[in-house]
């Protein structure tokens, strides 16, 4: 079947026909005479008539491609992750900061191409960048066809690069380098949504060497890791109250916690202009001596106190006899959380003594079964006790061969349930500081999350800015993750993060071609996948699409 023009005169008509064969011969058949050619021209009908031809013509052009095995086989990209972080990176700043940073080098591939590559890879699996240049073969992801694994590393050493030493200005333990000039620009660009960067939260993690890497930040220290044969570094991020990444630190291996918070406080207010400051800790960022250097720099605080091994709290402040303030917090589908708190002053030393009654309440039932249990095991017997953690901390040895219950001790303990000591210098009630360390503890769920993403280990670079710019893409993929999840939950989403990763990597686009023509298919975006691209605001490319043949790399 096809169009045949025909010229009657002085005008030409256009006929659709086909080709037949009567009585042995071949002939060709009117179907329809479709008008003259200039009307036909001038009300578009021929060109939707070929439109509709060609939109069946493609579908039963893949689908008899499929069906002949013959045919070359398709290639699968991934498309969901890419598609998805991409216009994440835009929208934070991410590309168009480093792009500004990188005018004037000369480099000769697109570093924020490379870092953009590794951040994803970072969001999706993580690990090193040797992994990373053989998991992209799995992905269409614009402009990294030409990155090779020496380009990845070149792009970590430019991100962990010394600055100038007239740039030197706030450092902490470490130089400043090319990654704190990143994240103060990105601050820059995203000040808006820092509407009150009064209260800050820092946590801290360990991070191994795999190989020979680190010259000043692989040192041995305390490894949480249990792996005290082997150098590591410090790396700690600093978030505000709503979540948002703010920046990342990195020290040597052999840094304590306790030494870290005030040099970081100092360097927080000189980098992006904090005139105010409440600094929220938990017990193993504070000593002595940091509450002093955060009272002489006239610094707001809220920490957390060591109530079982602080004498003074221990026998002083909880035994203060005043009557606390109760709160409740509803909760839907679940039981509400009741809590009451009080201040206690000590000389000029205030205190806050807080309880959780709904986490004192399972405490207590906890401990209710296991010494009941405990009495059970004592009639059977004293050594089945001797390996069981939960039960040794109940029992005391009146004879040397025999167990028996500590009732002291089971009575001091009940003293603690859902009870936590907060030492403040604000004048804030006692149920608001209480609060503000709650969302200490609601930011420490985030750090977990943002753990998983810094431990990006195997770390074979062989230099320290080479390490800096790998660990400092887990920081970019945080800022990344964290945009996403304010649009879910815009959208009234809150997936789990894998199930939604797991999502984005279903969706594929299959390369196939036939005579010379080439076709894209977009597999469906199942799970949760569909939703999130319309909360991040991107549109899927369609079913099928023509598409001209894809150079050799």
Known sequence: MFVREKRIGPYTYVYLVETVREDGKTKQRIIRNLGRKEDIERN???DRLARSAARLAQHSVILSLLDQS??????????????????????TGCGAVLHEMLAGRGFEFSVERAVFLTVLHRLMVSGSDRACEQWREDYRIDGVGALRLHHLYR??????EELPAAEQADRTLVARCVKDLVEERLFARRRSLFTDLSVVFMDTTALYFEGAGGETLGERGHSKDYRPHLTQMIVGAIIDQEGRPVCSEMWPGNTADVTTLIPVIDRLRARFGIERVCVVADRGMISADTISALEVRGLAYI??????????VRDVVLADPAPSVPLVIPHQGRADTELEAKAVMLGERRYIVCRNLT???????????????????????????????AYRRYLKTPDQQHFAIDEARVAEEARYDGLYVLRTNTQLSPLTVMRRYRDL????????SAKALLATRPIYHQTDAAIRGHVFCSFLALVLRKELEERLA?????PEWRVLLADLDRLQEIAVEQDGKHFILRTPATGVAGKAFQAVGVALPPNIRNAAPQPTP
């Open 44 to 46: 578009g009908d021929l």
């Open 70 to 91: 013959e045919t070359p086989v398709p290639t699968c990209k991934r498309i969901g992750p890419p598609l998805l972080f991409e216009r994440l990176w835009r929208d």
């Open 155 to 160: 792009a970590m050493a430019w991100l962990g």
């Open 303 to 312: 920490l957390g106190v060591r109530e079982r091994n602080a004498k003074e």
């Open 359 to 389: 986490e004192a309440a399972q405490a207590a039932r906890t401990r209710a079964a296991v010494v009941a249990a405990l009495r059970a095991k004592l009639k059977q017997g004293d050594k089945s006790l001797v390996g069981n953690s």
């Open 441 to 448: 503890l609601v930011i420490e769920q985030l750090f977990r």
């Open 490 to 494: 815009a959208a009234q989403m809150k």
